[in-house]
């Protein structure tokens, strides 16, 4: 009996590289198969803001480029939590008003009580944490639905931070340092410096991937796909930084007003944070794991119930340094802190930016992308002179749109079976 070897060849010998071409058709075919990801998004946002210049040359100026990040900034932390509790398909109605108690309780310590600012926001972020445990206890220990134990979180939190700002008192916030985090700006040469230092660790990071997945055997993109991502980001942060060095006040000679302002790399360096979580530990493929099929991932041995705590927590805790910044740039803090349409546009950033409703898919790019959106609507229609209903309408209409186009993709990867 002969038996006969079979030589294998190496995984890189069998693996074709994937050409340019290729890429671009793989992508086009994703597209059309529902997986859409932040495409309407960009979409959207590339729209709204050549329609905002055209019709209010303003919105492009320097100062204006810098609002938008101030404006949106609390919103956009608040959503990048948010992000972790609809990947698994809940939701959390008390966002918005848990970022109010957590101001409060900063605005109490620091100025009420005399403590540094550090002592403050560490009991922003405990509180922030202490009511994220408590409403995941109650959703994935006693059972209650999110919808209903965050709508009661809701309105208690509104209550309790009536308490704390005793009925409607308003709590200067005057600490620098506190104060600096929305209103400040980092000098020319660090604004530089950080979108060098980006562009670097996006280059590596994109680079070490190609090649392990090439020692690997693995599909990957070309080095032109690489390449050309790098260079996109290199250009979009060396535009924003200029823009943003650029002189913004209207005196100069009674203040200088230019720089990166200090909240965007806090935001910056938070997104990395979450997007290594997510995309490159055990836990972040939990979330996605139990968001997929809550039932497949308890079988395949994953602790359901710790991961559905521990979105809450993050998105409390994302709630509280929301707060931190809703309060610098304030400098106070009011019973409304939190309210009004705090967690509206929290959700409607979420979700415009691509994260699903039904859990399972979305980035915390997404609510920086759909935080983008919202700022965008809300500035550019401000400069236009409309009311805040009609930017209430807009906002919503967005909304709608992006719940539906998620709808839509799901059904059409459903159907050509790319779920």
């Known amino acids: 009996m002969t038996t006969t070897v079979v030589k294998k060849e190496g995984p890189a010998a069998v693996t074709p590289p994937v050409t340019v ?8 075919s994703r597209v059309r198969g529902g997986d859409i990801g932040a495409l309407p998004a960009v979409l959207g946002l590339i729209v709204l803001c050549t329609v905002f210049a055209i019709m209010r040359p303003s919105f ?11 404006q949106g900034a609390a919103i956009t932390l608040i959503a990048m939590g948010l992000v972790f509790v609809l990947l698994l398909g809940e939701i959390d109605l008390s966002a918005g008003f848990a970022s109010g108690v957590c101001a409060a309780v900063l605005a109490n310590v620091v100025t009420v009580l005399g403590y540094p600012w550090w002592v403050a926001v560490l009991a922003a972020l405990v509180t922030g944490v202490l009511i994220g445990t408590a409403l995941g206890f109650l959703v994935a220990k006693v059972g209650i639905p999110s919808f209903v134990v965050t709508l009661a979180g809701f309105l208690a ?68 796909v690489v390449a050309a991502r790098v260079g996109v980001l290199a250009v979009i942060l060396g535009v924003a930084v200029y823009v943003l060095n650029l002189e913004r006040s209207r005196n100069v000679l009674i203040t200088s007003l230019k ?20 995309q490159r530990t055990s836990y972040g493929r939990h979330v996605y794991a139990v968001g997929g099929n809550k039932e497949a991932a308890r079988r ?21 340094i929301g707060g931190i ?43 920086v992308l759909g935080g983008a959106v919202v700022a965008v609507i809300d500035n ?40």
């Open 300 to 320: 395949a041995g994953i602790n359901v119930d710790r991961i559905r705590i521990s979105v809450f927590v993050i998105c409390s805790s994302m709630a509280a």
């Open 380 to 419: 550019g229609m401000g400069l236009m002179g409309y009311s805040s209903g009609v930017k209430y309408v807009v906002t919503g209409v967005v909304l709608l749109l992006a719940a539906s186009v998620d709808a839509l993709s799901r059904r059409r990867s459903a159907a050509t079976g790319n779920r």
């Open 157 to 224: 939190f509104q209550g309790i931070v009536l308490m704390l700002m005793k009925e409607g008192a308003n709590i200067s916030v005057r600490d620098e340092t506190l104060v600096a985090i929305s209103n400040r700006n980092l000098p020319p040469a660090i604004g530089w410096a950080l979108a060098a230092v980006a562009v670097a660790g996006y280059a590596a990071v994109q680079l070490m991937r190609h090649r392990n997945r090439s020692a690997r055997g693995l599909v990957t993109d070309p080095l032109a």
């Open 60 to 70: 492009l100026s320097a100062g204006n480029f810098a609002n938008l990040f101030t």
């Open 21 to 28: 071409g290729g890429h671009v058709r793989s992508y086009v």
């Open 259 to 278: 720089g990166v302002p200090i909240v965007v790399p806090i935001i910056a360096v938070l997104l990395i944070v979450w997007t290594f979580v997510l």
């Open 325 to 367: 910044v809703a309060a610098s740039r304030a400098n106070s803090v009011d019973p409304n802190t939190g309210g009004s349409n705090v967690l509206l546009y929290a959700v409607g950033a979420a979700v415009i930016g691509g994260t699903s409703l039904f859990g399972g898919k979305g980035r915390v790019l997404d609510a």
